[in-house]
């Protein structure tokens, strides 16, 4: 997805340009499970039983259509019937394709610790929304609903260490597992690329789960 730099200058970012993907030296593959679950420079988020025998962590762009199709069709069976249940383990990563989609990461960042998640799920359910149609408003809009002040939106928007750590964990997922793509998943470090199907993901987790 192209953005104006005229949307970004009214969005408010304060970030230089998002560099652009790098060419893996290899394509993404079956990653360590040590090594991947090493937590990118801001920490990970997870939902789920922190002692689960299962891991999944999921690389994804906010601006990434298939990502969004993901998280609004797939992602609720896979949580009720995996997550809640304490059978899995589930570690949002950031990977943006654009400036806006660091934006959009970058407020969920800053939201508190309980509402990251919640983030996630409007943003992906109103992609279309705020990605086309006066991204400063909606995304404050989006905003509002984690506790976020005009103020404090704006100032995360500006803060340039959030935005590093952000950058910095897309390029250690390139670097490190030749991420380059969305969604990308790992199932206990087996990779899955692609908004594939509920049964997909059941199928490797009943493999992981053995």
């Not at 939902?47 to 762009?61: D, H, M, P, Q």
């Not at 993901?70 to 899995?88: C, M, R, S, W, Y």
């Amino acid at each position: 997805m192209n953005i104006d730099r005229r949307t970004l200058i009214g969005l408010g970012v304060v970030i230089a340009a998002l560099p652009g993907l790098a060419i893996p030296a290899a394509r993404a593959q079956d990653a360590d499970q040590a090594t991947l679950m090493a937590p990118p420079p801001l920490g990970d988020r997870m939902l789920g039983n922190a002692e689960a025998t299962v891991t999944i962590v999921e690389y994804a762009s906010a601006t990434c259509p298939h990502c969004a199709n993901f998280h609004n069709n797939t992602f609720p069976a896979l949580k009720e019937e995996f997550i809640d249940t304490g059978k899995v383990k589930f570690i949002f990563r950031e990977f943006p394709f654009d400036d806006l989609a660091l934006a959009a990461f970058m407020l969920a960042r800053c939201a508190p610790e309980d509402k990251y998640y919640p983030m996630i799920d409007v943003i992906f359910e109103q992609q279309q929304k705020w990605t086309r149609n006066n991204p400063r408003d909606e995304l404050f809009k989006i905003a509002k609903l984690a506790g976020f002040t005009e103020d404090s939106f704006n100032g995360c928007l500006k803060n340039t260490d959030v935005a590093k750590g952000i950058i910095d964990g897309r390029t250690q997922a390139e670097k490190d597992f030749g991420v380059e793509s969305t969604p990308t998943f790992y199932i206990n470090g087996k990779l899955l690329r692609g908004n594939e199907p509920i049964e997909k993901f059941r199928e490797m987790i009943a493999a992981a789960l053995g």
